[in-house]
């Protein structure tokens, strides 16, 4: 899947899934889960 970027303009948080050559998939987040939905995060 492309890239998925959380507010843009705002914060700088983006999330993708990928999977592996085993057909494992795994989320990969450039913050943590808490900081990127929590309201008021940043």
Do not use: C, N, W
Request: zero cysteines.
């Amino acid at each position: 899947m492309p890239i998925r970027e959380y507010y843009p303009e705002e914060k700088p948080f983006k999330m993708v899934y990928v999977e592996d050559p085993f057909g494992i998939v795994s989320e990969i987040y450039t913050h943590s889960y808490e900081l990127t939905y929590s309201q008021g995060a940043y």
